[in-house]
Nanobody, 124 residues
Framework: QVQVVESGGGLVQAGGSLRLSCAAS????????MAWFRRAPGKEREFVSA????????KYAASVKGRCTISRDTAKNTVFLQMNSLKPEDTAVYYC?????????????????WGQGTQVTVSS
């Protein structure tokens, strides 16, 4: 079993950057695909990015591709989401998730363990 805790959210102006972190516990962290999702006010939760257990395979939503970079430090059981050129529409609660898929997927049902989320607010 894996437990995940997000951090790094906050208030930032449009055009700014934030780096989200996801600390995972569990002896098999390295075997899990990790992902970030987000839920904007009044909207469904949506996929943002995912990274395979090896770190060599990543996936991004079209809305963030080119602006966000996902990475992981398996030795530290941590996944990061570097977000640049932030826009007001990036405002959302960002969730970290862990799943046993072999490739990074974008569907929520591919992930078994979820964090509580961290708020990101981008002001215009």
């Amino acid at each position: 079993q894996v437990q995940v805790v997000e951090s790094g959210g906050g208030l930032v102006q449009a055009g700014g950057s934030l780096r989200l972190s996801c600390a995972a516990s569990g002896r098999t962290f390295g075997a899990y695909t990790m992902a970030w999702f987000r839920r904007a006010p009044g909207k469904e939760r949506e996929f943002v990015s995912a990274i395979a257990w090896s770190g060599g395979n990543t996936k991004y939503a079209a809305s963030v591709k080119g602006r966000c970079t996902i990475s992981r430090d398996t030795a530290k059981n941590t996944v990061f989401l570097q977000m640049n050129s932030l826009k007001p529409e990036d405002t959302a609660v960002y969730y970290c998730a862990a799943g046993r898929g072999l490739v990074p997927g974008s569907a929520e049902n591919e992930y078994d363990y979820w964090g509580q989320g961290t708020q990101v607010t981008v002001s215009s």
